[in-house]
């Protein structure tokens, strides 16, 4: 039976974490916190979540929130998840971390705070979107030079951060395959006179509409065919599940920084 304290609770992605933790017979929510002016401070976590009352109150803070939990899963945002990560850190608790939009200077603290303890740190969670990565590098090396390499990726209207993280991961994936550097080769824009695509570039796309919970692409064109690779996203479940999953996982594990390819046995070693 692992120990789960949920960061964002009252919001979209938490509260349906909550609802997988609940669901999980070896999972039990043994703490739950929001911003410290969320208007649910102080309501049952479950309550918020449509489950009923559990008696877990959504806390202001994860110091308050952390008495008897012992992994923490956070899809928050970056400088909030930066905070609690500092704070697990010192405290000794294993962390899920799948917030998006963590970047440069706050991505190397990330990852130097996360190998300090038990992390999972992954831009998508969902157990579909890693097998999607691992095949995708696999078809990149296969295909080889004869085949052009595209993403689009396709989200809902109100999305902060673009490429999603899911997006670019699948560029560095491709990237490697094709033994390239990424910053080199990708290719966010087409506008105008640009030119005849060069054989190494690796486009990037990005659609926003409606609620589109969440669809990535990967195109790989060849003269007289094409390979797609298409994965969809239904609901915010598949997210909730696969951290729930990493959480059994990394409280098993020796301090380091993990991702979703370990959780699932997929690393290339």
Not at 33 to 43: I, K, T, V, Y
Not at 229 to 241: E, P, Q, S
Request: proline share 4%; hydrophobic share 45%; aromatic share 4%.
């Amino acid at each position: 039976m692992i120990q789960v304290i949920v960061a964002g609770a009252a919001g979209k992605m938490g509260k349906r974490i909550v609802h997988m933790i609940h669901e999980d017979p070896d999972a039990v929510l043994a703490g739950a916190f929001e911003r410290p002016d969320h208007p649910d401070l102080g309501a049952d976590a479950g309550a918020v979540a449509g489950l009923g009352e559990i008696g877990i109150p959504i806390a202001g803070s994860l110091e308050a929130a952390a008495e008897r939990g012992e992994v923490l899963i956070d899809f928050t945002a970056p400088e909030g998840t930066l905070a609690n990560l500092r704070l697990a850190v010192s405290k000794g608790l294993a962390v899920v971390i799948g917030t998006t939009g963590i970047q440069g200077a706050q991505l190397a603290e990330a990852q130097d705070l996360g190998r300090r303890t038990r992390t999972v740190m992954a831009p998508n969670m969902s157990v579909g979107v890693n097998v999607m990565f691992r095949i995708a590098g696999e078809m990149a090396r296969i295909l080889g030079k004869g085949f052009d390499c595209e993403i689009l990726e396709v989200h809902h209207r109100l999305k902060k951060d673009a490429p999603s993280g899911t997006a670019m991961r699948l560029a560095q994936v491709l990237a490697d395959a094709k033994g390239k550097d990424l910053e080199k080769v990708a290719v966010y824009e087409r506008k105008g006179i640009v030119g005849p695509r060069t054989d190494d570039e690796i486009g990037i796309q990005t659609w926003r509409a409606g609620d589109i919970t969440g669809e990535h692409t990967v195109m790989f064109g060849g003269i007289g065919e094409r390979l797609e690779l298409t994965h969809r996203a239904h609901n915010r479940d598949n997210f909730a599940k696969g951290a729930v999953r990493a959480a059994h996982w990394v409280v098993r594990q020796p301090p380091g920084l993990y991702d979703m390819q370990d959780v699932l046995g997929l690393r290339v070693h």
